[in-house]
């Protein structure tokens, strides 16, 4: 039985973005349980809020937009919190919020409370010029003396982050990224889907419209592979609508392309589909192909993490192509329509990242971490009370 835990959270904003709905869910997870959860946010208000839960919520009130500079206002949030108020572990829930917790940690010294790191995103990063590649594995290192603990959302990720960061062993843990609650793993299971025909296929796929999910390479491959009846849906919102828009326009297939928007629910369009496609060039453990193996799809993916492989389960739940390459997708969307996948192996899969069973993982580690800290604590005070200095002045 664990007492309860004190526990932060910084959050840039309620924007629906994975990183966020899981520190959510865990969070709701942890305050369920009697812990004292704080979410400490850079800024409250956005357009298409997600579904916030009822939380503490901490923020510091300005008039002033903070959108583009939020790192350095997250920063001096968080720091202002922890200043005023004592916590027993900062939870950071992905890659974006390290280097927030790395300039707080400078600020505060000795009194910055035990850090965890959930690894939310590839730390393989080929899309950055070699320069900048460079500072960035520097940055990498850097984290490994920053951070008590980090967290992988997989084995493969865990011989990453200890390859990339030099973290000790005792500094790793790998908790399997808590994205769907029972509930709705059930839902999933249970969704009703279209059947499917041998003339038509429709795909679909979901994330923001940003370059790292490289929708352009998927636009192009849909339009030398798809047949004339196939259909492709991308969910989601972000600065590329526009340019994909026009692509689609240009490639002469925008009458079978969908862009529905930011959606707070994909269930409608995955019972409605016949396979999930993802084109990233780089991911940590996509969500979304989670929720398609719950609802028993087919997955074409790109090998944009080290977790890919296992998610597809070697070939049975899905099929890998390698990234950025257009031919390659194009003959995976020919591949994908005539795929048979494994539905109970797929959902099984997908059941491995239940929410509530990685919640307790968490505390767990937490706790674990606070012991441990608090015995550290206590041998060096020993040491210190044993040290020459403290035994008064030498006689000569």
Known sequence: MHGSLRIAVPIHSLKPGGVERVALGLASEWDRAGHRVTVVLGRSG???LCSAPALDYWKIPTRLPTASWETPWMVHSLY?????NRVDVLFCPGNTYAVVAAAVKLLMGDYAPPMILKVSNALDRP???????????????????????????????????????????????????????????DALSRLKRRRATAWSTRYLTAGRLVPQKNFPLLLRAFARAARPDDTLTIAGEGPELDALVRLATELGIAERVRFPGYLASIDPLLADADAFLLSSDYEGLPGVIVEALAAGLPVLATDCCV???????????????????????????????????????????????ELEGAARRYIDLMSDLIRQKECDRKRKLEMS????????PRLS
């Open 80 to 84: 202002s919190f922890l200043v005023e």
């Open 46 to 48: 956005c357009a298409n």
């Open 307 to 353: 977790s890919m492989s296992c998610l597809l389960d070697n070939g049975r739940t899905g099929v890998l192509v390698p990234t950025r390459c257009e031919e390659s997708f194009a003959e995976g969307l020919v591949e994908i329509r005539q795929f048979r996948t494994d539905p109970e192996k797929a959902r099984q899969i997908a059941s491995g990242y």
């Open 127 to 185: 899309d950055m010029p070699p320069l900048l590649r460079r500072g960035y594995d520097s940055w990498l290192r850097l984290q490994g003396t920053v951070f008590d603990r980090f967290v992988a959302l997989s084995e493969p990720m865990q011989r990453e982050i200890r390859e990339r960061t030099l973290a000790l062993p005792q500094q790793l843990a790998t908790i399997a990224n808590p994205l769907l609650p029972r509930t709705r793993l």
């Open 385 to 392: 009370c044993l040290s020459p200095q403290n035994h008064g």
